[in-house]
T-cell receptor
């Protein structure tokens, strides 16, 4: 297992276009998270899944954003009608579920850098 | 809502010297996790060190140690014997503890401190 992978690594699009990113978590991890990191800032939480269920969504996740994890394995994040303000690094992370007896670390992928022209 | 503040946008340290990065946070919770993450240029985020708030002993990981002051809500990172490979963005971060087992599972990050290592 090589860790969390994300595809594509870079995406350049024109304003108004739709884009979709993919995240493949570490194979046994049932939790998957999406974060957004703009230039000079720390990552900000967008949403997370436990298996295929989307359990929490940030107010940052406007109605132009949709995330899915249909079979509880990989996840996709789609942005419709992109805006220049959507330009950012989109990070995915995965972890095992909560275990009161031990800490389950979130492992991060390399990110997808989106540039909206 | 929890917040994490890093007031040092950039710092520099001479190779082999010691540097301390500062972080303060705000929360009404009594139990939680605090972290320092490292993000090298064009590389992925990795966990450097973790502190459980219910533990009084400060965490250490080789050359990395923290000074956790719960009452002051302060959480600094000390890097000893700095090496060129330590150059990166460092993020202080917070995560709630269970019993939010099905909700509120997110990491809250500060804005980061860029650390330069001078040869």
């Amino acid at each position: 297992d090589t860790g969390v992978s994300q595809d594509p690594r870079h995406k350049i699009t024109k304003r108004g276009q739709n884009v979709t990113f993919r995240c493949d978590p570490i194979s046994e991890h049932n939790r998957l998270y999406w974060y957004r990191q703009t230039l000079g800032q720390g990552p900000e939480f967008l949403t997370y899944f436990q298996n295929e269920a989307q359990l929490e969504k940030s107010r940052l996740l406007s109605d132009r954003f949709s995330a899915e994890r249909p079979k509880g394995s990989f996840s996709t994040l789609e942005i419709q009608r992109t805006e220049q303000g959507d330009s950012a690094m989109y990070l995915c992370a995965s972890s095992l579920g909560w275990d009161l007896s031990s800490y389950n670390e979130q492992f991060f992928g390399p990110g997808t850098r989106l540039t909206v022209l | 809502a929890q917040t994490v503040t890093q007031s040092q946008p950039e710092m520099s340290v001479q190779e082999a010297e010691t540097v301390t990065l500062s972080c303060t946070y705000d929360t009404s919770e009594s139990d939680y996790y605090l972290f320092w993450y490292k993000q090298p240029p064009s590389r992925q985020m990795i966990l450097v060190i973790r502190q459980e708030a219910y533990k009084q002993q400060n965490a250490t990981e080789n050359r990395f140690s923290v000074n956790f002051q719960k009452a002051a809500k302060s959480f600094s990172l000390k890097i000893s014997d700095s090496q060129l490979g330590d150059a990166a963005m460092y993020f202080c971060a917070y995560r709630s503890l269970p019993p939010s087992m099905n909700r509120d599972d997110k990491i809250i990050f500060g804005k980061g401190t860029r650390l330069h290592i001078l040869p």
